[in-house]
């Protein structure tokens, strides 16, 4: 009878990370890392991950982690080359991206940097590390902390570079008609 009455311990929630080897710094590392930082990790959630050759290959990969693997969310993290190729062919993996969304009724953040975001390869690699760790992070507050980004709403906050900062209606010059 008391095995009947121990209370069942719940299921820890996944978060996945998909990364590509295109990129030319490791996102997937950067956001492991950062969800390793947070509280929890291991007991009240687990990370699971996929390496996909480029962005191109994210969504589905994204979907598998939801439908066969069980992920709460996801975090898809690619690089977009320079070329106008490259930015068509990002636009279409992010419209991928929002289908398995759709499909799935569940959360994939997509983080991308493209390649000419920054011309010093210093500035870069901290764009690279930097959005991945705070999409990593907006992942579980997602899940665990959503009062976090409720806390954030409206003050501008970037990932990758300096924050934009709120508006007030002090800073802005239109007119209501």
């Given at each position: 009878?008391?095995?009947?009455?121990?209370?069942?311990?719940?299921?820890?929630?996944k978060i996945g990370v998909v990364d590509t080897m295109f990129a030319?710094?490791?996102?997937?590392?950067?956001?492991?890392?950062?969800?390793?930082?947070?509280?929890?990790?291991?007991?009240?959630?687990?990370?699971?991950?996929?390496?996909?050759?480029?962005?191109?290959?994210?969504?589905?990969?994204?979907?598998?982690?939801?439908?066969?693997?069980?992920?709460?969310?996801?975090?898809?993290?690619?690089?977009?080359?320079?070329?106008?190729?490259?930015?068509?062919?990002?636009?279409?993996?992010?419209?991928?991206?929002?289908?398995?969304?759709?499909?799935?009724?569940?959360?994939?953040?997509?983080?991308?940097?493209?390649?000419?975001?920054?011309?010093?390869?210093?500035?870069?690699?901290?764009?690279?590390?930097?959005?991945?760790?705070?999409?990593?992070?907006?992942?579980y507050w997602m899940l665990f902390e959503p009062e976090q980004l409720?806390?954030?709403?409206?003050?501008?906050?970037?990932?990758?570079?300096?924050?934009?900062?709120?508006?007030?209606?002090?800073?802005?010059?239109?007119?209501?008609?």
């Amino acid at each position: 009878m008391a095995e009947k009455n121990k209370k069942k311990k719940p299921r820890a929630k996944k978060i996945g990370v998909v990364d590509t080897m295109f990129a030319r710094f490791d996102m997937g590392g950067a956001a492991r890392a950062e969800l390793q930082d947070c509280p929890g990790h291991g007991e009240t959630f687990v990370t699971i991950s996929r390496t996909v050759p480029g962005f191109k290959d994210l969504a589905v990969a994204a979907k598998n982690l939801i439908e066969k693997d069980g992920c709460d969310i996801v975090v898809a993290l690619g690089m977009p080359g320079s070329a106008p190729i490259d930015k068509q062919c990002a636009h279409e993996a992010a419209q991928g991206i929002m289908l398995a969304q759709l499909l799935t009724s569940t959360p994939i953040l997509e983080v991308f940097v493209h390649e000419d975001e920054a011309s010093d390869p210093v500035v870069l690699a901290s764009v690279f590390d930097q959005r991945s760790r705070k999409h990593a992070r907006n992942a579980y507050w997602m899940l665990f902390e959503p009062e976090q980004l409720s806390r954030r709403a409206g003050q501008g906050v970037r990932q990758g570079f300096e924050d934009a900062g709120p508006l007030s209606p002090s800073t802005t010059t239109a007119t209501a008609d």
